[in-house]
């Protein structure tokens, strides 16, 4: 079974940093791309970042561009988001998400097949 777990959530003033940690388990993680994906409150999903199996193949939204950075370790099945320079509107529930194609290269994902239960990330004052 698929499971992806994210944690690192919590409450940050504006300008500040978090680091969100995603476990993953039920598949070979080194094999499949990566993603980020987040929800602020009373809004849609937003694509944040992915990554390609190997971590050396990364990208962002322009949001978050030169602010987040994408990272994994697939010795410990672990995928990471670097969040810095917060700001109120990266407040949202953040999600990581399973790319669905194995060994997808990285420019042709076919999109996203498995999802965590989010964790919250709160920037306010």
């Known amino acids: 079974e698929v499971q992806l777990v994210e944690s690192g959530g919590d409450l940050v003033q504006p300008g500040g940093s978090l680091r969100l940690s995603c476990v993953a388990s039920g598949f070979t993680f080194s094999n499949y791309a990566m993603n980020w994906v987040r929800q602020a409150p009373g809004k849609g999903l937003e694509w944040v970042s992915d990554?390609?199996?190997?971590?050396?193949?990364?990208s962002y939204a322009d949001s978050v561009k030169g602010r987040f950075t994408i990272s994994r370790d697939n010795a410990k099945n672990t995928l990471y988001l670097q969040m810095n320079s917060l700001k109120s509107e990266d407040t949202a529930v953040y999600y990581c998400?399973?790319?669905?194609?194995?060994?997808?290269?990285?420019?042709?994902?076919?999109?996203?097949?498995?999802w965590g239960k989010g964790t919250l990330v709160t920037v306010s004052r």
């Open positions: 998400a399973k790319e669905a194609m194995e060994l997808a290269d990285w420019g042709y994902y076919t999109g996203m097949n498995y």
């Open positions: 990554s390609n199996n190997r971590g050396d193949s990364t």
